[in-house]
């Protein structure tokens, strides 16, 4: 079993730019897909982006495409999100998660998630 622990929320101003991170812990992490979802305060938990096991292959949610960015390390166990010209509506708790198989934008198809972490964007 792979543990999570996301960093780097945090306030910031419309059109700025925040990295998040995911830390792994576990002997298991290239095993994982690895992905990172948001949830906003009232609203479901959706996805935001994906990355293969080897970092080759990524999507993204449209609302974020040509904005975010997701990366792996597998030597250091990690996942970063990097997010650029930032939009009020992207306030939300971050969360990444760690997927063995599925469809890479389900909730179902993760089974390991972080604690997440807090995005807010003042406009």
């Known amino acids: 079993q792979v543990q999570l622990v996301e960093s780097g929320g945090g306030l910031v101003q419309a059109g700025g730019s925040l990295r998040l991170s995911c830390a792994a812990s576990?002997?298991?992490?290239?095993?994982?897909?690895m992905g990172w979802f948001r949830q906003a305060p009232g609203k479901e938990r959706e996805f935001i982006a994906y990355?293969?096991?080897?970092?080759?292959?990524?999507y993204y949610a449209d609302s974020v495409k040509g904005r975010f960015s997701i990366s792996r390390d597998n030597a250091k166990k990690t996942v970063d999100l990097q997010m650029n010209s930032l939009k009020a509506e992207d306030t939300a708790v971050y969360y990444c998660?760690?997927?063995?198989?599925?469809?890479?934008?389900?909730?179902?198809?993760?089974?390991?998630w972080g604690q997440g972490t807090q995005v807010t964007v003042s406009s």
């Open positions: 990355i293969s096991l080897s970092g080759l292959i990524t």
């Open positions: 576990g002997r298991t992490f290239t095993s994982y897909a």
């Open positions: 998660a760690a997927s063995s198989g599925g469809t890479y934008s389900y909730v179902d198809a993760y089974r390991a």
